[in-house]
Structure formats: structure tokens, C-alpha cells
């Protein structure tokens, strides 16, 4: 929750992901470069954008860069960059990844557990193929045209 300068009630709240896409608005960082800083897509940054005009009740960057700055959301330093009060780490080395990466691989257990499910439904599919019976004879194909048979030939009679 963000508080303003002038008094105690908070009059704008901005999301904790919200108010770092502002923070990095402020210091002039283009749509990629958030996107970038922050893991995220460029289209979520403009989502957030939208937002955050919305809650700040202005069109343009820069307007929200400005509203910002007046009602402290953000401090400025000397070298014009925002401060979100983080003294430990430098600008260009902070990012803001709100979960860890997950595991790419998985555990050794999960891998065999995975590999045996794989093969117990592989087993499952093929063994209706494997007892099914080949047919012993041609199966009886219906006749579409039966014609009829053929009157024996009639002998002379002397």
C-alpha cells in the first residue's frame, strides 16, 4: 500500500509489481527494458502501464512519471534515478523476481517414477494388440450383386 506525502490515508494504491514498473518508468526505461528487468513479457508491461495510468488518472509516461514524483511513490536521487530505498544492491544489478526459477530438471526419483509410468501406458495400449487372434480364414464378405445361376444346357432328345 502506498501512503501520500501530504497526509496518512492512502488515496493511491498501486500492486507491489505495479509500483516497481513505475519506479522503473521514472528512471526513463522503455517498455523491453522493464520487461526485461522484471522477467516479464513486454505485453504484461503494457497491462501494468494501463494500470497504472488508470490509478493515477493520467495518459502519458510522463505525466505518471510526474504525479509520481509529487506525491512521493518515488524518490529521486542525485543522479536522477528513482530510489526505492534499496541501498544494497546497484541499479543495473537488481531485478525483481517475485518466485525463484524453478528446478529445469527433475530429481532422479521423478525421472525413473516418470519413466515406469511411460512404459506401463505404452504396455496398456499395445497389449489389446498383442492377444488379439490373426484370422484363420478370409472372413465372409457380403455378395452386393448375386447373379443368378446359369440353367444347365438341354440336351437333344433323338
Known amino acids: 500500500m502506498v501512503k501520500s506525502v501530504l497526509n496518512e490515508e492512502p488515496q493511491i494504491q498501486l500492486s507491489q509489481r505495479e509500483q516497481q514498473v513505475l519506479e522503473l518508468v521514472v528512471t526513463g526505461a522503455s517498455n523491453k527494458e522493464i520487461a526485461q528487468k522484471l522477467v516479464i513479457s513486454v505485453?504484461?508491461?503494457?497491462?501494468?502501464?494501463?494500470?497504472?495510468?488508470?490509478?493515477?488518472?493520467?495518459?502519458?509516461?510522463?505525466?505518471?512519471?510526474?504525479?509520481?514524483?509529487?506525491?512521493?511513490?518515488?524518490?529521486?536521487?542525485?543522479?536522477?534515478?528513482?530510489?526505492?530505498?534499496e541501498e544494497s544492491a546497484p541499479a543495473a544489478a537488481r531485478t525483481f523476481l517475485l518466485t525463484p526459477n524453478p528446478a529445469l530438471a527433475l530429481p532422479r526419483w521423478q525421472q525413473f517414477y516418470l519413466l515406469a509410468a511411460l512404459l506401463l501406458a505404452l504396455l496398456l495400449a499395445l497389449v489389446p494388440l498383442l492377444t488379439r487372434e490373426a484370422p484363420r480364414t478370409a472372413p465372409e464378405l457380403p455378395v452386393l450383386y448375386r447373379q443368378a445361376p446359369t440353367p444347365a444346357p438341354v440336351a437333344a432328345q433323338p
Open 43 to 85: 505485453n504484461t508491461v503494457k497491462v501494468h502501464m494501463r494500470n497504472i495510468f488508470e490509478k493515477l488518472g493520467v495518459q502519458s509516461r510522463t505525466e505518471a512519471s510526474t504525479l509520481a514524483i509529487q506525491e512521493g511513490l518515488v524518490s529521486v536521487t542525485d543522479s536522477g534515478a528513482a530510489d526505492d530505498g
